[in-house]
């Protein structure tokens, strides 16, 4: 179920291999961060994959692949294919919650949404690192991650390692 899932992700994606590879990396961190947190595997594994699945859409509407439109446009498409899958109700409605405010924490307060965060957090926040100034990178990481997992790898990875 999971190669369907990400099939039907990338096909709407067309050849934007960036945000197939974005999405691919959400995904491994995602699993890895949830066999510490102990998440649903079904709607972290659909949450990962399908997270920006609204952008192509947002693009096309309102010509902008920011957040807000993500937000907007992800549930619908997510799930179409959820639903095509025959994925029970309540994992699809986790899910179609999830994608609907992944750029805004605090909203859905779940296991699920804050592993999904967090893995979209570890792949995005190489952008800041670029900039090299570790006292403002503690504090990202400090203020955005919302597992101790997600934390913990968000150190090792961007702090101890250097970026």
Not at 21 to 44: P, Q
Not at 61 to 71: L, T
Request: hydrophobic residues 35%; glycine residues 6%; charged residues 30%.
């Amino acid at each position: 179920m999971e190669n369907y899932f990400a099939e039907s992700s990338i096909s709407g994606r067309g050849d934007d291999r960036r945000r197939i590879e974005h999405a691919k990396k959400v995904l491994r961190y995602a699993k890895k961060i949830n066999t510490r947190e102990n998440g649903d595997s079904a709607v972290v594994i659909a949450s990962a994959i399908l997270h920006d699945i609204g952008i192509p859409e947002a693009e096309r509407k309102y010509n902008s692949s920011a957040g807000k439109y993500q937000e907007i446009e992800g549930p619908p498409v997510a799930k179409a294919i959820l639903e095509k899958l025959n994925v029970d109700k309540s994992t699809i409605n986790e899910v179609c919650k999830i994608i609907a405010h992944h750029h805004h924490p605090g909203i859905v307060n779940t296991k699920n949404f804050r592993i999904l965060s967090d893995a979209d957090w570890l792949v995005n926040l190489k952008d800041e690192t670029k900039q090299n100034n570790r006292k403002k990178l503690k504090r990202i990481i400090d203020r955005v991650f919302l597992t101790e997992s997600g934390w913990s790898l968000a150190v090792k990875i961007y702090l101890e390692k250097g970026g």
